[in-house]
């Protein structure tokens, strides 16, 4: 099976690509086997994430699932946001092929870090 | 839209003059070969005619020809036929440890059926040692196999002092000559070879059909049983228009090297020395010098091999990154581990390939997308020296 | 000349709307379908739109629909490969001894191997009796392989019967189908088939390619191995046109059957009656009525084969005599010895085999050439009764 | 390798067939495996063949064969048509498929025994 349009789409123009130095909160996760990396900053605001950083190394999939999880992720709560899937991600993207749903799970993984790094700042905060 | 094909190890383009020598084949002189009447007569021709030119090709005789269906079951009865057939004179097979999967994989079938498989290692630039064939050779040594020229990175192997060392032992020598046909002069007697693999889609001929040559007085068992076509060593109904097909390109193919291979020899060092000087963080895989003259393969640090080849498609231009046949799959490259790249190196690799019908303006087009591509992908990359969210 | 080709068992023309579905990807789809690039992309959707229609065509899923070189690469994948892959289970296969050699010499080959082989005899027109099979299966019986119709006196065996026959014993069963696809119902479902070979070039496709069937669950070792391809069971550079080919001739077959049978089974009625009635000492080879649509099969008495085609041939009419396959070699016919005639007897034999391009005229035309044909044949021969002359 | 195109003329068009009967000597020679049968017949005058019929059963290199042979025996002394082997034949015929010489061999079988024959009806003559 061949990438769908929509993960194409992701692949060339990835949406929300940028430093997240700035952020409220930077989660950063990847995997050892082939050395994919993704990493997100949000920023939140009243619990919403109300901007997406992200930022991505590995093959399309991995791109376009980063991206796709980044504009998922946009305007929801966080509680919300921490639901979403590798599949979820896949789905939104209109499918994807078998073996390459695992290179959407680093957005994911990486939003539950950005996620504890923002509230321990929260908490520093307090 | 422009429409860039610099994946010809993959496949190439069939040439119109040699679908033009097939088309009768299919429209009025579509006999079976081994059929009596007139239609029969025509098609059997045809087909010797075809292994009169892949004899001539290769400096062989027509009767040491036998058509295949490509490449793969070239090598797999080379193999396999030559494994089955001698197992009373030994059971020890070398070949070297960057072959093509056709020869890797049907050697380890072989192992299971209790044979002994010595593969060799390469260096750095995808080298076997002459010498370490010979070190290898034992009393049980039924047949050395080493591939022409590699499909990943491009290196020639020095064959004809390879099949010397097998010859001193009186053990028949096999190579894959899959990629190395019409890029590089072949010629069995010279070069000691006594059986060799080709598959035609890799010339400008068509896909699925191949040949095999195997040196008169060998003993090879057939893969298959059937109507006792190419005596025996590969029966079916012949595939004349593919034969017919084959034996056109390769005719074409051998006439026209010495131009082509000049041709496509300078368009590989302007996309060489044109890249290398326009991107950083970039290296050449393979041999600089001894490499086929449409092979180039580099490897980009801090980029992905699916990524350029995508985003360089998404520009028009068709590459790929390991080998065709693994590039669905997402293993890395056992050729480029083998050359002693680590996985994260392997990741980074492209491979341009190249044929006589690309022409130097195509090099140019790439040489203006490469940086895009690479400067697009490493914009998006994080840069290595930011710390984990969690660490900060 | 009129050129009148009665060899369609043999191979057949290509369809031109099948030539024209296959032209494209020579000529600019001519990516390798494992590539991630569009032409690699455009390719691969091409097989798997060939793969569907395959399937649809059995009563099959797309995965379970495997391509291949042809019938006999089909036939052997079969045999050879759930005969390796099952060993442990047992070693024992029932056939017939009527079918193609591409089974009975795998199978010759297996009992080398150490495999036990029933050949089942077949009755005076060529049937296989069920209850036979049934009474062959064993504790060891691993494969039960009976052909769909036989290629040279075309007699159609009762494969649902067999099938099901298999099946109470939980032993897969296959069956050729190369000559019986396109011209005859198949449903893998309803005949209880888990293995099926066809060939496109005898249903008006292209040499050189064919397919196997594989009910999902069967454990079969492929023949060759290589890059992967058609998941491992046959590995090699797809024949992308081939398979299109394929694709396109078996939807066109299965849409027009109806309507192609008809019209071949009538032409094939004339043949029969107009030559029976119309030329002495000539016998109907095969059962009168089970048999397909395209095939005639006939014995003349008094008359040698290689002449009758020979002179035939003469009048622009292509026919045989055994099997194609064995046609340049002189061996009797194992089928016609299966069906109890004489080696005399199976010497007069001539084969017509009809395909959905021929048409009434073409029966006319032979019918007026047959008598002389056969005539001037028997005008040369030596009367029985002449006596020897040492004995005047 | 197809048959050549002389073959093929004498195939289609066979020489000198006709009744033996009526020949000074008639000889037959068969081959039981294929069942192929040649039927010569020799008409002797100052011993030279000066008439020739033959019938044949048998494949086109045995009908082609037993036409070329008589061709080559018309007009011969006895002793020298008796020396044309099934090799000559074949070559007569520019050249036979290998495997399709022996059909030639029935012509020359034939002739011995016609020559017999003839020369055993001779001798009651005298
Ligand atoms: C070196 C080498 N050997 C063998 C093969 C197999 O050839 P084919 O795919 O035509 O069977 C290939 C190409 O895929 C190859 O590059
Ligand atoms: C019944 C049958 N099986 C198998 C084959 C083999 O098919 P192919 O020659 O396409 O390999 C043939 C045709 O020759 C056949 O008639």
Redesign the interface.
């Known amino acids: 099976m061949a990438?769908s349009k929509k993960v194409?789409e992701h692949?060339?123009d990835?949406r929300n690509?940028g430093d997240?130095?700035d952020s409220d909160?930077?989660?950063?996760a990847s995997n050892a086997m082939?050395?994919?990396?993704?990493?997100?900053?949000i920023t939140v605001v009243d619990n919403k994430i109300v901007d997406v950083k992200q930022?991505?190394?590995?093959?399309?999939a991995?791109?376009a699932g980063s991206s796709a999880f980044s504009e998922m992720i946009l305007g929801k709560e966080i509680e919300e946001a921490l639901k979403i899937s590798k599949e979820d991600v896949a789905e939104y993207l209109g499918g994807m092929p078998e073996?390459k749903i695992k290179c959407s799970i680093l957005g994911p993984e990486?939003l539950v870090?950005?996620v504890?790094?923002y509230r321990g700042r929260d908490r520093k905060v307090d | 839209m422009v429409?860039i094909?610099f994946?010809n190890s993959?496949?190439?383009?069939?040439d119109?003059r040699v679908?033009e020598a097939m088309l009768p084949y299919?429209?009025s002189m579509?006999?079976?070969p081994?059929?009596?009447?007139?239609?029969?007569?025509e098609a059997?021709?045809a087909l010797e005619q075809a292994r009169e030119r892949t004899a001539r090709a290769l400096g062989a005789e027509a009767d040491e020809i036998y058509f295949t269906?490509?490449?793969?079951?070239s090598?797999?009865i080379a193999l396999?036929g030559i494994a089955f057939a001698n197992r009373r004179k030994g059971n020890h097979i070398i070949t070297s440890n960057i072959e093509?999967?056709?020869i890797l994989?049907?050697c380890?079938?072989l192992e299971d059926q209790g044979f002994r498989i010595t593969y060799l290692p390469v260096d750095r630039e995808g080298l076997v040692d002459p010498e370490s064939v010979l070190a290898a050779i034992g009393k049980e040594t039924i047949l050395v196999s080493i591939m022409a020229a590699n499909n990943e990175v491009g290196t020639i192997q020095p064959i004809s002092e390879i099949g010397l060392m097998a010859h001193e032992h009186g053990i028949p020598f096999h190579t894959d000559a899959v990629q190395a046909t019409t890029k590089m002069p072949l010629d069995v007697a010279k070069d000691g070879i006594d059986l060799l693999s080709l598959?035609a889609?890799k010339f400008h001929g068509?896909?699925?059909?191949g040949a095999l040559f195997l040196r008169k007085g060998l003993d090879v068992r057939p893969?298959?049983?059937?109507?006792?076509?190419e005596k025996g060593i590969r029966?079916?109904?012949?595939?004349?228009?593919?034969i017919v097909g084959l034996g056109a390109a390769i005719y074409l193919g051998i006439s026209e090297m010495d131009e082509e291979v000049g041709k496509m020899t300078s368009i590989r060092e302007r996309l060489i020395d044109g890249t290398m000087s326009s991107v950083d963080g970039c290296q050449l895989n393979g041999h600089r010098t001894r490499r086929l003259c449409n092979n180039v393969n580099f490897r980009f640090e801090?980029v992905?091999g699916?990524?350029l080849?995508?985003?360089?498609?998404?520009e028009g231009i068709?590459?790929?990154?390991g080998?065709?046949?693994?590039?669905?799959?997402?293993e890395a490259s056992h050729v480029l581990k083998a050359l002693g790249l680590s996985?994260?190196q392997s990741?980074g690799a492209l491979r341009l390939s190249l044929s006589k019908m690309n022409d130097m303006h195509e090099a140019e087009v790439f040489l203006q997308a490469i940086v895009k591509v690479v400067e697009g992908l490493r914009?998006?990359?994080?840069t290595r020296s930011?710390?984990?969210?969690?660490e900060?």
Not at chain 1, 34 to 41: M, R
């Open positions: 990438y194409m692949f060339i990835p690509v997240t130095a909160g930077e989660g950063r082939d050395g994919d990396i993704v990493v997100l900053g930022q991505v190394f590995g093959c399309a991995a791109i073996g990486a870090k950005a504890e790094a | 429409r094909f994946d993959a496949t190439t383009r069939i119109p679908l299919y429209e579509y006999g079976n081994s059929s009596l009447h007139q239609f029969g007569t059997h021709e269906s490509g490449g793969t079951e090598d797999n396999q093509h999967h056709a994989r049907t380890a079938f598959s889609h068509p896909k699925g059909v893969l298959a049983y059937g109507g006792g076509q029966p079916s109904t012949e595939n004349v228009p593919g801090n992905e699916e990524s080849v995508l985003r360089l498609d998404h068709a590459a790929s990154t080998s065709a046949c693994s590039s669905r799959s997402s996985a994260a990741r914009a998006l990359a994080p930011s710390g984990s969210g969690c900060r």
